[in-house]
């Protein structure tokens, strides 16, 4: 079972930046064969998928976050990490990160596990 815990949420003014981090921990699973996506979910809005990582290969979601946000991870640490650059009032939401065996989607209905979200605001 593959257990997820997201951090690095914050109060950001526009402009700002943040680093989401997503640590992965339990037994039975090997982390590099894992596809670790990022979603968020503003009030009143569907869930939509930001970034996602699976090997040395990262995926973009939705062309807000485009040259904006990079993902990497380490697979030492069994972390993947979400750099968010100059953060928009409409990046606010609550982040999630979501792990699956199979290859990265922007489907949440893909994902089989999920982490507790960390909340980003972005406001002045």
């Known amino acids: 079972e593959v257990q997820l815990q997201a951090s690095g949420g914050g109060l950001v003014q526009p402009g700002g930046s943040l680093r989401l981090s997503c640590a992965a921990s339990g037994s039975g699973f090997t982390f590099e064969h894992l596809s670790i996506a990022w979603f968020r979910q503003a009030p009143g809005k569907e869930r939509e998928a930001v970034s996602c990582?699976?090997?040395?290969?990262?995926?973009y979601y939705g062309n807000s976050v485009q040259g904006r946000f990079t993902i990497t991870r380490d697979n030492v640490e069994k972390t993947v990490y979400l750099q968010m650059n100059n953060l928009q009032i409409e990046d606010t939401g609550l982040y999630f990160c979501a792990a699956v065996y199979h290859y990265c989607s922007d489907s949440e209905y893909n994902f089989a596990f999920w982490g507790r979200g960390t909340q980003v605001t972005v406001s002045s």
């Open positions: 990582s699976r090997g040395s290969t990262a995926k």
